[in-house]
RNA sequence: GCCCGGGUGGUGGAACGGUAGACACGGGGGACUUAAAAUCCCCUGCGCAAGCGUGCGGGUUCGAGUCCCGCCCCGGGCACCA
C-alpha cells in the first residue's frame, strides 16, 4: 500500500471527516455509564415491550442477519422511548442444547464455559452496534436461578389437569376422585390422577434419532430429517405434555392476533382442525365395539373395508388364527420401519397391509366387510381407525385396487362434471349428491352429512366429533446439557416433585447417551438416588422449555422469590412487538402459547395470549461464485469459489456492463445468492463490517435493504452507500478543516429557527414521512425521506439563496431526533455539538406542524383521456373551474384539445385536471 | 394436490385508484487534481421516433402496478391426518 492508500496516511493529513470509531466508542461508553436505557415499571406512564427471539450463543458469534431483526425492535425501541412509552427491551441467552454439549464432548471444556465464552462474545457484538437493551435484564436459559423456575413451571403443568367443562386447567388438587377409585388406596389415586396431569409418563412409539441418541417432537422431525438424520419409531417411555387440550383455544385465539398471514397459516395446519363424526361398527363374533372418525359420513354406504392402524389395540384380539402369522409380522414390520420410508412410500402412493379375518358389521345395511391393518393409518389421529370408502377417498382407493377390495360409487358428481369419471379408475373425493345411500340419496353432500350424523346419533352408533392433527408434545430427551426435571420416582411407582428447586445438573464424566438412549444423568448415581430410596427423573427438558417463558422473566428477572411478580407481569406484558425468524412458526410459538394459557388458567398471568404483533425478518444472502460450466472439483462437489477469490471486470463485450471473473485464472463466473451459512463459506461478519463502516452504517443499510420481512442479497456497495450518506450528514453540520490541518471539523455556521420557508416546509415533511414511516414499519423509507433531506436543506455551494448556506439550528436539533432511532451515536454526537448536554435517548419525537405540510403551490397535473399531457404549478386555493380554465389555457393542451369541447371534465383538486373526449 | 405470499428498470426497491420507477446501488458524462483516490454536479425504464411500458388475457373506472375474473411463473407452508 502506498502512502496516500486509504490504511496508510501521514499523520500529517487531517482524519477521516467523519470519524465513526471514535464516536461509537464514546456514546456506547456513555450509554452504559449513565444506564440510558435502564427500565423500570412505572405506572404513570404507557409501557411498551419490544422482544427479540433470544439467541442461541453460538461458538461463531453473531451474524448478520441476526442484527437486521435486532435492528428493527432497535429503531421501535428508540422510536418509542422518544414518543414517551416506558420501554422494555431487553436481551438473553437461549443457552441449553446440544451445540454446546457436542462441543464439550469433543473437547472437555465443561458446556457452562463454552456457553460463557459465546455469550460474552455475542454481548460484545451486540454492545458494538449500540443497540439500547436494558442489559441489567439479561437472563441466561441454563443459570440455575433461571431454570429454576422453568422447572416451577413444568410443576405447575404437572400439577395441573384439563377440565373441559371448565375449559381450563386446574389444580390437580381438584381433580374429582371417583369413590371406588378412592377406596382402592393410594396407588390407585395417584394413578388416577397421573393419568390426567397436563404432564405425563407414556409409553408409546417416539421419534428416535439414533445418530442424535435422542426422541424428537413431531414438530422437529421433518428439519432433522432434512438434515440427513434417520429417524425410527420405537417405544419409550417419555414425559409427553398435554397440548392437544389447548388445540381448540390454539386455533380460536389466533383470530385478533397482529401476526404475519403466514404464520398464522403454519399454526392453524398445525393445529389441523377437521370436523366429522364418530361412527361405531360392531364386530362380528365379538363384543369389542370399533369406532372410527371420519369427515364424511355422508359415504357411509360407500364403506367396504375397514382400517386399522397396526398400533390399534383391538388387532391383538380380532385377529384369528388363520391371520395372525401375517399380521404379526406386518406389525413387526411396520413398528421398524423409518419415517423417511414412509414418507417415500405415502409419496409414492405406495400401499402395504393385512387382512385380521375380523369382519365388522355395517351399522346401517348390516353387511360385514372385511377389518385390515395398514400403515396408511395412523394410530395417533382420531380413533386410530377408519372406515374405507375407496369410491371417494384416494388412499383407500389405492388399497383398494392393491388388494382388489370392492369400490362403489355413494356420491354423484353435480352438473355432470366429470362426466366421464369411472370409479374403477380414481377415486372421487369431491362434494356431488349422495347416491346408492338409501337414507340420504339425492341430498348434496353437506346436507348428506347433518342428515347422516343425525340418523347415527338416533340409533346410537355415532357423535357429531371434531378432531385436530396436534399430537401431545413429547417433552423429555435423553442428553445431558437441559433442564433436569424436578421429580423422583418412589420406590412404589409413584411420582413425586422435589421438595426444593432448583434441582441443578451433576457433574458428569461422560455426556453421551448409552446407544439405547439411557440419559447421561442415569448414570450420576449419587445424585440420581435420594435419601429415601426414591431416584431422580433423568431425562432432561428440550431447547424449547428454557424458550417457553423467557419473555415473562424479562419482566423480572432479578426476583429470587418468584418467576416474576404480579405487579411487573400486569404492567409489561403482553409482548407489543416480537421480531423473529419465521423458522419458529410451528415450534416455539406454538409451545409459548400452550405454555402461557396454563399458566393464564392457573391464574400466573394476566392475559392470554404472550405476543400482540409478530414480524418475522427475512434472510439476508450471502454471494458465491459458480463456473458458467456448472463442473464439478476434485471432491466431486459442485465447484464454487469465493467472493475474495472474484472480482468484477468490465465485460469486453458489452460497454458499461462488467462481469465476475476469477482473480487467479480468469474464468467467467456467476453470482448466485444463498443463505448466508458456514459451510458456503458467504458468511459475512458483523465485526468486520462494523469496524470498517461503522455501526450507524450497518444497521442503516441493513434496514435500507427493503422491507424486513423480504430477503435480500448483502451488497457491500449499498453498505458504502448508506456509509457516503452518513458521511454527508456529517458535512452538513460542519465545516471541514482545512486540508493538512490537524483540528477536527467545526461546526457549520448556524442561524436560530427553522430556516426559510423552504427549509420549513422541508423539514416538517421529513417529520411527517419519517414519523409515518416508521408506524409503518416501512425503514427502508423513513431513511430515503432523510436522504432527501439531508440532500436538499442545506443550499449547495453553486449559486442559490445566500440565506439557506448556514444550517437553521431548529431543524438541525429536529433532525438530529429523527436520526436517532436509526443511527444512534452519529445522532448522539450532532446533538451534544449542538451544545445539548444530555442524551437525546428520552427527548420528546418531533411533532410536524401541518401548517408547513401544505404548500401554496403545487403541480397541477394535466392529462386527455388519462394520459399525462402536461404539468404546471397552480395556486393550492385554485376552485375547480379556475384549476380547468388554467389547464386549458396551456399551449400543448390547447392544441390536442383542438377547439374540441371535452365530453367530460375530471378534476381532483390539488392534483390534476382530466380532459375526457 | 390443497392452502398462503409474491411477480415493477441492469440491481435492492418507491408509489391514499390520480405524473410508474422516490431513495439507493451499478453505469455514463463533467468539475476539482500533474495524476489517481476521495468528494461534488448532471444524465440514466425501453424505443431513432410516433410511441410502448408494472408476468399474461379479459373486465370495472374519466383514470388500474393498485379493484374484479381467468391463466402463467416464482417462493413458502401442509400433505397417507380419514
Not at 424458550?547 to 407489543?576: H, I, Q, T
Request: proline share 7%.
Amino acid at each position: 500500500m502506498g502512502a496516500w492508500s486509504r490504511g496508510g496516511r501521514p499523520a500529517s493529513v487531517r482524519p477521516m471527516v467523519y470519524d465513526h470509531q471514535s464516536i461509537e466508542r464514546r456514546w456506547q461508553a456513555y450509554w452504559e455509564q449513565h444506564e440510558t436505557f435502564r427500565a423500570e415499571v412505572d405506572r404513570e406512564r404507557p409501557k411498551y415491550y419490544v422482544l427479540d427471539m433470544f439467541p442461541y450463543p453460538s461458538g461463531d458469534g453473531l451474524h448478520v442477519g441476526h442484527v437486521e431483526g435486532y435492528t428493527a425492535t432497535d429503531i421501535v425501541a428508540r422510536y418509542k422511548r422518544m414518543r414517551g412509552f416506558n420501554v422494555l427491551h431487553p436481551m438473553g441467552w437461549d443457552a441449553f442444547g446440544l451445540p454446546a454439549e457436542r462441543h464439550a464432548m469433543k473437547t472437555g471444556v465443561h458446556p457452562a464455559t463454552v456457553i460463557a465464552n459465546a455469550s460474552a462474545n455475542f454481548r460484545r457484538q451486540l454492545k458494538r452496534l449500540g443497540f439500547s437493551y436494558d442489559w441489567r435484564r439479561e437472563v441466561n436459559t441454563t443459570d440455575p436461578g433461571y431454570y429454576k423456575w422453568t422447572q416451577w413451571i413444568f410443576l405447575q403443568l404437572w400439577g395441573s389437569w384439563y377440565d373441559r367443562e371448565a375449559q381450563r386447567a386446574r389444580p390437580i388438587a381438584e381433580l374429582p376422585i371417583p369413590d371406588e377409585v378412592r377406596a382402592e388406596g393410594e396407588l390407585a389415586v395417584a394413578r388416577h390422577r397421573d393419568a390426567r396431569r397436563l404432564a405425563y409418563l407414556d409409553e408409546a412409539p417416539v421419534n428416535w434419532c439414533p445418530a442424535l441418541r435422542v426422541v424428537l417432537a413431531n414438530e422437529e422431525v421433518a428439519e432433522k430429517v432434512d438434515d440427513g438424520y434417520e429417524v425410527i419409531r420405537r417405544p419409550m417411555r417419555q414425559w409427553v405434555l398435554r397440548i392437544t387440550e389447548y388445540a381448540e383455544r390454539l386455533l380460536a385465539d389466533l383470530e385478533g392476533l397482529d401476526w404475519p398471514p403466514h404464520v398464522l397459516e403454519i399454526q392453524r395446519n398445525w393445529v389441523g382442525r377437521s370436523e366429522g363424526a364418530e361412527i361405531d361398527f360392531a364386530i362380528a363374533g365379538h363384543g369389542a365395539t370399533l369406532t372410527v372418525f371420519t369427515t364424511r359420513p355422508d359415504t357411509l354406504y360407500g364403506a367396504t373395508y375397514m382400517v386399522l392402524a397396526p398400533e390399534h389395540p383391538l388387532v391383538a384380539t380380532i385377529t384369528t388364527p388363520s391371520c395372525r402369522a401375517e399380521v404379526e409380522a406386518y406389525v413387526e414390520r411396520t413398528a421398524r420401519r423409518s419415517e423417511r420410508e414412509r414418507q417415500a412410500d405415502a409419496q409414492g402412493g405406495k400401499k402395504t397391509g393385512a387382512a385380521t379375518g375380523a369382519m365388522a358389521i355395517h351399522p346401517i345395511t348390516g353387511a360385514e366387510i372385511p377389518i385390515w391393518i395398514a400403515d396408511y393409518v395412523l394410530v395417533g389421529y382420531g380413533t386410530g381407525a377408519i372406515m374405507a370408502v375407496p369410491g371417494h377417498d384416494e388412499r383407500d382407493h389405492a388399497f383398494a385396487t392393491t388388494m382388489g377390495l370392492p369400490i362403489v360409487r355413494v356420491v354423484a358428481p353435480v352438473d355432470g362434471v366429470p362426466a366421464d369419471h369411472d370409479i374403477g379408475k380414481t377415486a372421487f373425493v369431491g362434494e356431488g349428491v349422495a347416491v346408492n345411500s338409501a337414507i340420504i340419496d339425492g341430498r348434496p353432500t353437506a346436507d348428506a352429512k347433518r342428515v347422516m350424523t343425525e340418523h347415527l346419533v338416533a340409533q346410537g352408533r355415532g357423535r357429531a366429533r371434531v378432531t385436530y392433527k396436534l399430537r401431545d408434545w413429547l417433552f423429555s430427551r435423553q442428553r445431558y446439557w437441559g433442564e433436569p426435571f424436578p421429580l423422583a420416582h418412589r420406590p412404589d411407582g409413584i411420582v413425586v416433585a422435589a421438595d426444593e428447586l432448583p434441582v441443578t445438573l451433576p457433574e458428569v464424566a461422560d455426556y453421551d447417551p448409552s446407544e439405547d438412549g439411557e440419559p447421561p444423568l442415569a448414570r450420576a448415581t449419587a445424585w440420581k438416588t435420594l435419601a429415601d430410596g426414591s431416584t431422580r427423573e433423568t431425562n432432561t427438558m428440550p431447547q424449547w422449555a428454557g424458550s417457553c417463558w423467557y419473555y415473562l422473566r424479562f419482566c423480572d428477572p432479578g426476583n429470587g422469590a418468584l418467576p416474576w411478580s404480579n405487579e411487573a407481569e400486569r404492567y409489561w406484558m403482553p409482548v407489543d412487538l416480537y421480531v423473529g425468524g419465521v423458522e419458529h412458526a410451528a415450534t416455539h410459538l406454538l409451545y409459548s402459547r400452550f405454555w402461557h394459557k396454563v399458566l393464564f388458567d392457573l391464574g400466573h398471568v394476566g392475559e392470554p395470549e404472550p405476543f400482540r404483533r409478530l414480524v418475522n425478518q427475512g434472510m439476508i444472502l450471502g454471494a458465491t461464485f459458480l463456473p458458467l460450466d456448472r463442473r464439478k472439483g476434485d471432491d466431486g462437489k459442485k465447484l464454487v469459489f469465493l467472493p475474495h477469490d472474484v472480482e468484477e471486470q468490465a465485460d469486453p463485450d458489452r460497454p458499461g456492463e462488467s462481469v465476475w471473473v476469477v482473480r487467479a485464472t480468469g474464468e467467467r463466473v456467476e453470482i448466485q445468492w444463498d443463505k448466508m451459512s458456514k459451510s458456503r463459506g458467504n458468511v459475512v461478519n458483523p465485526d468486520e463490517v462494523v469496524a470498517s463502516y461503522g455501526a450507524d452504517s450497518v444497521r442503516m443499510y441493513e434496514m435500507f435493504m427493503g422491507p424486513l420481512e423480504h430477503s435480500a442479497p448483502w451488497q457491500s456497495e449499498g453498505l458504502a452507500g448508506v456509509h457516503r450518506f452518513l458521511q454527508r450528514v456529517w458535512k452538513l453540520f460542519h465545516v471541514t478543516a482545512p486540508e493538512g490541518s490537524t483540528e477536527p471539523d467545526a461546526l457549520r455556521p448556524i442561524v436560530d429557527g427553522e430556516g426559510t420557508p423552504r427549509q420549513r416546509r422541508l423539514l416538517h415533511r421529513t417529520i411527517e414521512e419519517v414519523t409515518t414511516r416508521i408506524d409503518r414499519f416501512a425503514f427502508n423509507t423513513a431513511i430515503s425521506a432523510l436522504m432527501v433531506f439531508t440532500r436538499d436543506l442545506v443550499a449547495s455551494d453553486a449559486g442559490a439563496d445566500p440565506a439557506e448556506a448556514a444550517l437553521p439550528r431548529e431543524a438541525a436539533r429536529q433532525f438530529c431526533l429523527l436520526l436517532a432511532p436509526f443511527a444512534p451515536h452519529l445522532a448522539e454526537e450532532l446533538w451534544s455539538e449542538l451544545g445539548h448536554a444530555k442524551t437525546l435517548a428520552h427527548e420528546p419525537w418531533p411533532a410536524p406542524d401541518p401548517v408547513w405540510l401544505v404548500d401554496d403551490t403545487f403541480q397541477l397535473v394535466i392529462q386527455i383521456n388519462g394520459k399525462w399531457r402536461a404539468e404546471i404549478p397552480a395556486p393550492k386555493a385554485a376552485s375547480k373551474d379556475e384549476l380547468v380554465a388554467l389547464a386549458g389555457a396551456v399551449d400543448d393542451v390547447a392544441r390536442k384539445l383542438d377547439g374540441a369541447t371535452p365530453k367530460r371534465v375530471v378534476v381532483v383538486p390539488g392534483r390534476l385536471v382530466n380532459f375526457v373526449l
